[in-house]
């Protein structure tokens, strides 16, 4: 992700954005308690760490409602490398679905496969406040 300067430190994991992994999204439900989901994620054209998500599902609710979130991805090769991003979620009307084939071509998917999904789509654009990786690289 970009945007902040934090971006410097994830630079050994980089790749771990730039590939068609799932990640864990939490987020805080409407009591203050964690809510965790699998998520499919994708860096943009703008170079914005975004995802897609419908109306229709509890982490559209939870998110409306608290926008801090945490995006924590596992490195398949190596389950031991890390990337938490820490966030806050903004959160953008989709009516034509312009990220659906953006997710269809970067996850190999149907684009009508994802465009079957109920409620209406929204994009999430993840604001890193804090990122942290493991193992941590030396200065």
Not at 46 to 69: F, H, M
Not at 95 to 113: H, I
Not at 121 to 135: C, G, L, M
Request: proline share 4%; glycine share 8%; aromatic share 6%.
């Amino acid at each position: 992700a970009s945007g902040d300067g934090r971006g410097r430190r994830a630079e050994s994991h980089r790749d771990l954005l730039r590939s068609a992994l799932t990640a864990t999204l939490t987020t805080i439900d409407g009591r203050g308690r964690p809510h965790s989901t699998a998520v499919w994620y994708l860096v943009d054209e703008d170079g914005q760490l975004k995802g897609s998500i419908t109306s229709d599902r509890v982490k559209y609710r939870n998110l409306r409602r608290n926008a801090n979130c945490d995006l924590f991805i596992i490195d398949p090769a190596n389950v031991f490398r890390t990337l938490e991003i820490r966030a806050e979620a903004d959160l953008t009307a989709d009516p034509e679905k312009a990220m659906l084939p953006k997710f269809a071509r970067a996850y190999n998917v149907d684009a009508g496969m994802l465009a079957a999904a109920g409620g209406d789509r929204y994009t999430i654009t993840f604001r890193p406040r804090r990122i942290v990786v493991n193992p941590r690289q030396q200065a």
